[in-house]
């Protein structure tokens, strides 16, 4: 079992950037692929990115391709998401979420552990 804490959420300008964290109990943070998603009221749960075990391979939607990066620290036993050029249209309350699969998964229902999520607020 893993527990998640997000952080590094907050109100930008638009254009800005923002690293947000996701920070893991448990040794073995390694064997869990680690996703981000992000959510807004009223939708569903959106995919944004995800990272395999080792951090060798990642995936992104299409909408957010060359904005964000993610990235994994298992040293450190915690994953990131760097976001930049943001836009309004990325407000959203922000999760990770971790999978003991190794099979990289980009929907939501595949991951069992999760966070609590932070809130990215982008002003125009």
């Known amino acids: 079992q893993v527990q998640l804490v997000e952080s590094g959420g907050g109100s930008v300008q638009a254009g800005g950037s923002l690293r947000l964290s996701c920070a893991a109990s448990?040794?073995?943070?390694?064997?869990?692929?680690i996703g981000w998603f992000r959510q807004v009221p009223g939708k569903e749960r959106e995919f944004v990115a995800a990272?395999?075990?080792?951090?060798?391979?990642?995936y992104y939607a299409d909408s957010v391709k060359g904005r964000f990066t993610i990235s994994r620290d298992n040293a450190k036993n915690t994953a990131y998401l760097q976001i930049r050029g943001l836009t309004a249209e990325d407000t959203a309350v922000y999760y990770c979420?971790?999978?003991?699969?190794?099979?990289?998964?980009?929907?939501?229902?595949?991951?069992?552990?999760w966070g609590q999520g932070t809130q990215v607020t982008v002003s125009s």
């Open positions: 979420a971790a999978d003991r699969s190794i099979v990289v998964y980009n929907t939501w229902s595949e991951y069992d552990y």
């Open positions: 448990g040794r073995t943070f390694i064997s869990y692929t």
């Open positions: 990272i395999s075990w080792g951090g060798s391979s990642t």
